[in-house]
């Protein structure tokens, strides 16, 4: 697959439809999705389709071994020390907007669209006239929709994810600090092939289950509890997504009665995924259930987001959302359930929206007790 021609071709109707005679990429997350690497500086993309990647000099090596003549590539560079090498290709400039002024030729009243009107090349380009068209909402509407390539590295995430999870949950929860779990949680993503981790694993014992956004601490796991376990590893620069809440012994009374009412949420919202649903639909049909439990005023968050580059992409499964889900698109569905000073739970799966429906990418078992 050739990643940037391919991903590039989604966006030549903007030249047409935006008036635009160039289209120029500096986000970081844009960056990756449109040329596989994590080290871009600025893509050029002209009316021809030609394409342009400019990246740090001291990457220049690497990412020509991984583009391979896909992409014309510049090395950046503030100053030329020490004296570039035949075969580097090199622009030294004290800034990068300056490579579109001086190499490109960009004049007054040329066209640029660029997805960051706030960056210093924006900046710079605006203030020799250069009119400035914002297309980053048209690249986000973009990546919600998943190629087989990116499935593919989101399920292999999973499967990392997974893994890693099953074997620290045989080693046995009791007794271990909730930052020691974070921390085999780490080295068996990485040991299994993740690149990095997603997000910083949360591992949230206790009472810290009632915070979703819980930093784990030196607070040892105890029998008679839920822990709530968030995780997920990046692979080939695509994220996963999976939280599972399990108990240490039996675990009785509100919490036990919370942690029923959130697995059904889940199921019933995760069941409802298909092409056309309004995706605040699926936050109604998971609030409902934890209403008929009494548990909706506990619940604090949004039911799911979209993920791929970023762990949190668009679309946003929530109550204000309008957006319709669409075949491709890859999301999380996790409801949850927060009650300060007694705990918390939350299950969550990353979804695939299908043609007719869904499939969960995750698959790893929801074994609450």
Request: proline share 4%.
């Amino acid at each position: 697959m050739n990643i940037i021609r391919d991903r590039t071709k989604k966006i030549s109707s903007l030249f047409d439809e935006l008036s635009l005679d160039l289209v120029v990429i500096v986000d970081e997350t844009n960056l990756e999705y449109f040329t596989g690497v994590d080290s871009g500086l600025m893509l050029i993309v002209n009316r021809s389709m030609d394409t342009t990647l400019i990246v740090p000099r001291l990457d220049f090596q690497r990412v020509q071994e991984i583009v391979n003549g896909d992409v014309r590539l510049i090395g950046y560079s503030t100053i030329e020390i020490p004296r570039r090498m035949p075969e580097e290709r090199l622009f030294v400039s004290k800034s990068l907007g300056d490579y579109l002024l001086r190499e490109v030729g960009l004049k007054p009243n040329n066209i640029v669209g660029i997805d960051n009107p706030d960056s210093p090349v924006a900046k710079e380009l605006n203030s020799v006239g250069v009119k400035i068209v914002n297309i980053n909402d048209s690249i986000l509407r973009l990546r919600e929709i998943k190629d087989e390539y990116e499935v593919s590295m989101i399920e292999e995430a999973t499967r990392i994810t997974e893994e890693s999870l099953d074997s620290v949950l045989k080693s046995g929860l009791e007794g271990r600090r909730e930052r020691d779990v974070a921390a085999m949680l780490y080295q068996g993503m990485i040991s299994r092939g993740a690149e990095d981790v997603a997000f910083k694993p949360i591992v949230a014992s206790g009472p810290n289950g009632a915070y979703p956004h819980h930093v784990f601490t030196d607070r040892a796991i105890r029998r008679g509890e839920l822990v709530t376990i968030d995780v997920g590893a990046r692979y080939h620069l695509y994220c996963t997504d999976m939280t599972r809440t399990v108990a240490v012994g039996s675990v009785n009374g509100k919490l036990r009665d919370a942690a029923l009412a959130v697995l059904e949420a889940f199921r019933k919202a995760s069941n409802s995924i298909k092409p056309g649903i309004k995706a605040k639909d699926v936050d109604s049909i998971a609030r409902s259930v934890l209403a008929e439990y009494g548990f909706d005023s506990y619940y604090i968050h949004s039911t799911g987001h979209g993920v791929g580059i970023e762990v949190h992409e668009r679309p946003s499964i929530g109550p204000s959302s309008d957006e319709e889900l669409r075949p491709n698109e890859v999301i999380t569905v996790e409801p949850g359930v927060y009650i300060k000073g007694v705990g918390g739970v939350r299950i969550e799966d990353t979804i695939l929206v299908t043609e007719t429906g869904s499939r969960a990418i995750s698959r790893y078992p929801v074994d609450l007790f």
